[in-house]
C-alpha cells in the first residue's frame, strides 16, 4: 500500500509500487535468528540485523544473492 500509492502519485505505477510480472523490483528476502514483534521489525532490522540473515537480494527482478552463492 506504500509503495503503490507512491508510484501512483509519481505516475510510476505501471512500472513500479506492486510485485508483479514485468514490473521493476528490488527485494531482500530475510529470515530472522529469532521471533521479532511485527511492531518492532524495522527496529530489529536497525539494531539487530545482519547480512546473515538475509537469504535472497534481487535487484531489478533479477536475483544476484542467494544464501551459499553470489
Keep these: ?8 502519485i509519481l505516475g510510476l505505477d505501471q512500472i513500479i509500487g506492486s510485485i508483479e510480472k514485468g514490473k521493476k523490483a528490488d527485494l531482500v ?17 536497525i539494531d539487530e540485523g545482519g547480512k546473515e540473515d538475509v537469504l535472497i537480494s534481487l535487484v531489478d527482478g533479477k ?3 542467494e544464501r551459499g552463492e553470489a
Excluded at 29 to 45: A, G
Design 29 to 45: 528476502v530475510m529470515n530472522f535468528k529469532k521471533e521479532v514483534d511485527p511492531s518492532r521489525v524495522y527496529r530489529y532490522l
Design 63 to 65: 536475483m544476484i544473492f
Design 1 to 8: 500500500m506504500i509503495t503503490i500509492n507512491s508510484a501512483e
